[in-house]
């Protein structure tokens, strides 16, 4: 099942809950004078991941107050279970049933056990 759930203060916010993994390179391309490009990455990709929620106005708050305190959340989706912070947060207009839609962006932790 679905579920957007927030570690730091053990609630669980939304199960309508899509997900998609993504990263960010770091890299330098440069032009050799014999013509080719010379691309160097720097450091590891990071990785990231784009998650499209609908919550109630409760749930909105929850999001709100994770984003403010950088909560560790939880992303359980069919195809795996992912761990990371908010860096970013957008809702949409208000749907209906009292509805929003968020997008928010995820950086992902790694959980040491």
């Given at each position: 099942?679905?579920?957007?759930?927030?570690?730091?203060?053990?609630?669980?916010?939304?199960?309508?809950?899509?997900?998609?993994?993504?990263?960010?390179?770091?890299?330098?391309?440069?032009?050799?004078?014999?013509?080719?490009?010379y691309?160097?990455?720097?450091?590891?990709?990071?990785v990231?991941?784009?998650?499209?929620?609908?919550?109630?106005?409760?749930?909105?708050?929850?999001?709100?107050?994770?984003?403010?305190?950088?909560?560790?959340?939880?992303?359980?989706?069919?195809?795996?279970?992912?761990?990371?912070?908010?860096?970013?947060?957008?809702?949409?207009?208000?749907?209906?049933?009292?509805?929003?839609?968020?997008?928010?962006?995820?950086?992902?932790?790694?959980?040491?056990?």
């Amino acid at each position: 099942m679905p579920l957007l759930h927030n570690i730091d203060t053990n609630i669980n916010i939304t199960t309508f809950v899509s997900l998609e993994v993504g990263q960010e390179l770091i890299r330098t391309e440069q032009k050799l004078l014999s013509g080719e490009v010379y691309i160097q990455r720097i450091g590891e990709p990071t990785v990231y991941y784009n998650v499209v929620v609908y919550v109630d106005r409760a749930g909105k708050a929850q999001l709100m107050d994770a984003e403010d305190t950088i909560a560790l959340l939880k992303v359980i989706v069919q195809h795996g279970t992912y761990y990371g912070r908010i860096t970013e947060l957008k809702f949409s207009e208000r749907m209906a049933g009292d509805r929003f839609e968020a997008t928010l962006t995820l950086v992902k932790e790694e959980l040491t056990t």
